[in-house]
């Protein structure tokens, strides 16, 4: 049977006939509905981010960190066009209610329409930052398109002009939805649902954390929000005012990043497995059927004589052999004391010798770093939601949760401690400085990247090291000062770590690249692509005396 081998990070569903998911595999999958069979598949180059059907269900569109949208026919997803002008990742495309066009949003600030052939028919720039979702307004040749600069603007597709731009007050806004009427349902980063009708505009307080997903269905006049709170909810907005109908948490393997309605009463959704899960919200019942899980590894330890990883199924192996689960996707392994501590999307730390739960937090978990403080070892966790989460290890082993330290107002990609300060980068492209004896902050620098950051490291005596989408590696000085280096990576770096010494800097790119920095003859010695999967993590063995690149593919690939 087809299955994913990483993650859904999109799914769609035509009637009540195909389910069609997307994954971190680079797959496509279509579905027959009524079976769950999985009926073929296609491939991206990349991370396949998101997909859709056309209106008659002939085509589905799918969108990819590959720098395209392609279009492939309905079930056998046979390649029917390419839209490749865009210069960086496709975060979502959308077919035109009745014509035959197509529009891609890309994290290269610009909106684009194509026709069915692959042509351009029309760029449309103004957005300052990563434009994220996009949709074409109801009955009218006009796009609406929502960004990470924090506005949502309206275009003309007869003459490419802006025709409305409406400032979202700074905060960043990853999801709409436009009703047949033209409401626009907008879904921020405060947990937020801005109705905006008639340039009236109506704050609705949603959920506890940000807003991922907003999903319409203009027939049953209900919309579903997804959040990093992890809860799901369905709203009536047949009415003038959106009311609640449903609540409900989602499983530990859904992915609140996509969902879509289906035959009846009945949503799908994307999941950190190899299939998708359903959830009917007339009789409000999950599926029960398990969720097959995927190997994908997203953290490497050297241990003195071992390698720890978890991944994707929240599975921790040492040299593959099984030692603890924690039920979801997991982003790192920070040791401390005794203890090695993970988390994720589940927003809980973990002890990953464990299994045992030992905190639970409001949104999702990304990353880990300890430090001395009081004499006393710490431990800060980086979350989706902006706060560096401190604990202390007691002196029976335990984890005391001391603080949430305002890191920034963005996810917390990295966290890394080098001498006494504690630094971390931001999905907003924000970087920090925090003193680890007091907890107090030293500096924010708001825009350290050009575009999101998604990883440090500690280069000892307060030296740090960050990677950005931008492509560059940036090396910060004791007093904050930058050297911004050119790198071999062609697609978004993910990953950085550096050696014990701090002389050597290894990067490490969604499209399976890994390159090594040597910091004191100036030069990128080492160059490889061990794997056509994403690098999701890299550490120093010093047993090996190597880099170690974990990859979504399942595999931990040694290179120095």
């Not at 979202?168 to 409401?183: C, F, L, P, W």
């Not at 907890?439 to 050009?450: C, F, G, K, P, Q």
């Amino acid at each position: 049977m087809i299955q994913h081998r990483g993650p859904i990070s999109g799914i769609a569903a035509w009637q009540d006939r195909y389910v069609a998911t997307a994954g971190y595999d680079n797959q496509v999958i279509c579905w027959a509905q009524d079976t769950g069979e999985s009926l073929s598949r296609s491939l991206h180059d990349h991370l396949a981010n998101q997909c859709t059907f056309s209106p008659d269900g002939r085509y589905l569109l799918t969108s990819s960190s590959d720098y395209t949208a392609r279009m492939w026919t309905v079930p056998d997803l046979r390649l029917v066009a390419v839209f490749d002008d865009q210069e960086d990742d496709v975060e979502m495309s959308v077919f035109h209610p009745s014509k035959e066009l197509i529009a891609t949003a890309s994290r290269d600030h610009r909106v684009r329409a194509y026709d069915f052939t692959g042509r351009l028919v029309r760029t449309f720039t103004g957005h300052t930052a990563d434009v994220i979702s996009v949709e074409w307004a109801k009955d009218a040749d006009e796009l609406i398109s929502s960004s990470d600069d924090g506005t949502i603007k309206r275009w003309s597709l007869e003459t490419g002009e802006l025709l409305s731009d409406l400032d979202m007050n700074g905060v960043e806004t990853d999801t709409i939805a436009i009703s047949a009427s033209g409401v626009i349902f907008a879904g921020n980063d405060d947990g937020q649902i801005i109705v905006v009708d008639s340039g009236s505009r109506e704050v609705l307080p949603a959920h506890d954390a940000g807003i991922k997903r907003l999903v319409l269905d203009n027939s049953r006049g209900l919309l579903v929000s997804l959040s990093y709170d992890r809860t799901m909810r369905l709203w009536d907005v047949s009415r003038p005012r959106p009311e609640p109908v449903n609540t409900t948490a989602l499983p530990d393997d859904v992915w609140p990043r996509s969902c879509a309605f289906a035959g009846g009463s009945r949503l799908v959704f994307a999941t950190f497995g190899a299939t998708y899960r359903g959830y009917d919200y007339a009789s409000r019942v999950w599926d029960s059927a398990p969720v097959p899980a995927t190997g994908g590894v997203n953290a490497v330890l050297p241990e003195p004589a071992a390698v720890l990883t978890v991944g994707d199924a929240g599975t921790v192996r040492r040299d593959g052999a099984h030692v603890a689960d924690t039920g979801s996707l997991c982003n790192f392994l920070t040791p401390l004391g005794g203890l090695v501590l993970t988390g994720g999307q589940l927003g809980k730390v973990f002890d990953a010798l464990t299994g045992r739960e030992l905190y639970q937090h409001r949104s999702p978990l990304n990353c880990g770093a300890v430090f001395e403080h009081d004499g006393a070892p710490h431990a800060v966790v980086g979350a989706y939601t902006g706060e560096g989460l401190v604990f202390r290890l007691t002196a029976d082993g335990a984890l005391q949760h001391v603080t949430d330290l305002p890191l920034h107002t963005n996810a917390v990609k990295g966290v890394a401690v080098s001498g006494d300060v504690i630094f971390s980068v931001a999905a907003d492209s924000s970087a920090t400085w925090y003193r680890a004896s007091t907890l107090e902050m030293i500096a924010t620098v708001e825009e350290a990247h050009d575009k999101i950051a998604n990883g440090c490291a500690g280069l000892g005596d307060g030296w740090f090291a960050s990677v950005s989408r931008d492509l560059k590696l940036r090396v910060w000085d004791p007093d904050g000062k930058v050297t911004t280096l050119e790198t071999p990576h062609t697609h978004s770096i993910k990953c950085v770590a550096a050696s014990q010494d701090g002389r050597l800097i290894a990067t490490g790119s969604y499209n399976g690249r890994v390159a090594v920095h040597d910091r004191e003859t100036g030069t990128w010695s080492s160059v490889q692509r061990p794997t056509a999967a994403g690098i999701s993590a890299l550490a120093y063995d010093p047993r090996q005396k190597a880099f170690l690149a974990a990859s979504y593919d399942g595999q931990v690939y040694p290179f120095g």
